[in-house]
T-cell receptor
Framework: QKEVEQNSGPLSVPEGAIASLNCTYSDRGSQSFFWYRQYSGKSPELIMFIYSNGDKEDGRFTAQLNKASQYVSLLIRDSQPSDSATYLCAVGSNYKLTFGKGTLLTVNP | EAGVAQSPRYKIIEKRQSVAFWCNPISGHATLYWYQQILGQGPKLLIQFQNNGVVDDSQLPKDRFSAERLKGVDSTLKIQPAKLEDSAVYLC????????????FGAGSRLTVL
């Protein structure tokens, strides 16, 4: 059974701080890695994806991938109250995505 | 570009009753997924279609759940008979099936089984 584990949270950070979200996965054959954001009562929406080892930046968001360690993370710089949501890590293999349970992030004004 | 359409948005039924959910993916998206999301958990894949063929249904409880995607476009997920533990949001997602496998989700159908 392929597993995706996320830090349990909840995670609370002050406005303007860096939020760090972590994820590990069990399937070494995984090819693609995604971070989705899910507001309460809403469906998941894509933040960013990463395929290669290293960092990928998009605005205030940076995804980091280390395939040797089977680890992927998401950093949110200058966190805003509007970033308060559950963040889902998803790992892809053969066009099938397996999701973690999510980490609830609260950004306090 | 129109998004993934799902209906109904909400459904309340008694246990042992049946229910059906409908999904219309983004036009041209060959791959369609049904996920089940129980409160407080991440989405769990129930079934994956490529056009009108099933790619993966290993986690679909086939004694009570069924799904079809006739003509390779819209899809229906049925539960019969429902159990209390089926209370969840049923999310439909689609993707082109090539290149970056970015899933786009519909708004979901929230099922409450009493």
């Amino acid at each position: 059974q392929k597993e995706v584990e996320q830090n349990s949270g909840p995670l609370s950070v002050p406005e303007g701080a860096i939020a760090s979200l972590n994820c590990t996965y069990s399937d070494r054959g995984s090819q693609s890695f995604f971070w989705y954001r899910q507001y309460s009562g809403k469906s998941p929406e894509l933040i960013m994806f990463i395929y290669s080892n290293g960092d990928k930046e998009d605005g205030r968001f940076t995804a980091q991938l280390n395939k040797a360690s089977q680890y992927v993370s998401l950093l949110i710089r200058d966190s805003q109250p509007s970033d308060s949501a559950t963040y889902l890590c998803a790992v892809g293999s053969n066009y099938k995505l397996t999701f973690g349970k999510g980490t609830l992030l609260t950004v306090n004004p | 570009e129109a998004g993934v359409a799902q209906s109904p948005r909400y459904k309340i039924i008694e246990k042992r009753q049946s229910v059906a959910f409908w999904c219309n993916p983004i036009s041209g998206h060959a791959t369609l997924y049904w996920y089940q999301q129980i409160l407080g958990q991440g989405p769990k894949l129930l079934i994956q279609f490529q056009n009108n063929g099933v790619v993966d249904d290993s986690q679909l409880p086939k004694d009570r759940f069924s799904a079809e995607r006739l003509k390779g476009v819209d899809s229906t997920l049925k539960i019969q008979p429902a159990k209390l533990e089926d209370s969840a949001v049923y999310l439909c997602a689609s993707t082109t099936g090539s290149g970056a496998n970015v899933l786009t989700f519909g708004a979901g159908s929230r099922l409450t089984v009493l």
